[in-house]
Each structure stands twice: as structure tokens, then as C-alpha cells.
């Protein structure tokens, strides 16, 4: 179960602003911050202004290296799932994440992400993963919300979503 990602990976996959913030789910959030706390023992930290805080123009960060997510407190709906979704990644067995990276990079958001992230990240790796946690956010609130997301994730993506959620869920 060795992970194919390590020394020359980003330590932070940072949650962008966006051009539309939606409203936070509060009842998912927190569901979020136990999940991530009971499973993972992360700690999801507050802010009021991440981006003065980091230096750059984001809402939510996944800080691999320290082990904990950050998130402005003027976050929309997407910024914690997201950010849950990258540890979640991070932490799948080789096979499935390589099947999975593998599935993300035929999305239209891994398209957006290769635009939105270019001056962030230069590996193709680190581009995958930023769009898997987009991928899983969407899916997370989507399901959530019983409203489908918009993505064509194919069935495989689909299965390994599925999967996912039904771990968060429990």
C-alpha cells in the first residue's frame, strides 16, 4: 500500500477562490470536520482571512504535510468537501488511485484545472489530484443535495464516487 506520490509533491492543494461562493451546508461540514477528525484524527482550523494567512488566493487548504485542513471562514459549499477529498485521495491503496487519476484526467475538470492551476503546480500528478478533490467535492454536495452534478463521470468515476461517500456517510 506504498503511495506513488511523496517527495516531490505539493504539500498544500489549496481550494481557489471562486467566481460564485454557495452557501455553506453547515449539517455536511460538520459531518466533514467528524469524519475527518474520527478516521483521520485531521483537524479542520477556522480562519478569517486564509488568504492574507498563506499568500495566496484561497478559501481551503489541504496541508498534506502537517496533517490538517485550513478554511476561511467566508467559504462556499465546496471548499470542506473538497478539502476532505484530497486526504481521502491521499490515502487510497495505489491501484485504486492510479485507476482513479487515470479516470479524472478524461474530466472536464481536470480541463479547467490544467487553466486555473497552471501557475500553482507543475507535475501532472499534482494536477489529477487537485481535479480528483474538485471531483469528489462536486459529487459530495451533489449527493447531498439530491441534485446531479453536471460532470459526465463515466461509470467506473462513478463506482469509485460511490464508494467513497458511502464510507464518509457511515
Do not use: C
Not at 470542506?80 to 486526504?87: I, K, S, T, V
Amino acid at each position: 500500500s506504498s503511495n506513488p506520490i511523496g517527495k516531490n509533491r505539493k504539500d498544500i492543494m489549496p481550494r481557489l477562490t471562486p467566481e460564485v461562493k454557495e452557501a455553506v451546508l453547515t449539517d455536511l461540514d460538520n459531518r466533514l470536520i467528524t469524519w475527518l477528525d474520527k478516521n483521520f484524527g485531521i483537524p479542520v482550523k477556522k480562519y478569517n482571512n486564509l488568504k492574507e494567512r498563506l499568500g495566496i488566493d484561497a478559501i481551503g487548504v489541504a496541508d498534506m504535510a502537517n496533517k490538517v485542513v485550513q478554511i476561511d471562514n467566508d467559504r462556499d459549499r465546496y471548499t470542506l468537501p473538497e478539502e476532505a477529498g484530497h486526504f481521502y485521495v491521499e490515502m487510497m491503496e495505489t491501484p485504486a488511485l492510479n485507476r482513479l487519476l487515470d479516470l479524472v484526467s478524461q474530466t472536464k475538470t481536470y480541463q479547467e484545472v490544467l487553466k486555473k492551476y497552471k501557475n500553482i503546480y507543475t507535475e501532472q500528478i499534482d494536477f489529477q489530484m487537485e481535479a480528483a478533490g474538485q471531483i469528489l467535492s462536486k459529487f459530495i454536495v451533489g449527493t447531498y443535495t439530491n441534485e446531479i452534478a453536471e460532470e459526465d463521470y463515466g461509470t467506473g468515476l462513478m463506482g469509485t464516487l460511490r464508494k467513497l461517500w458511502d464510507q464518509i456517510k457511515r
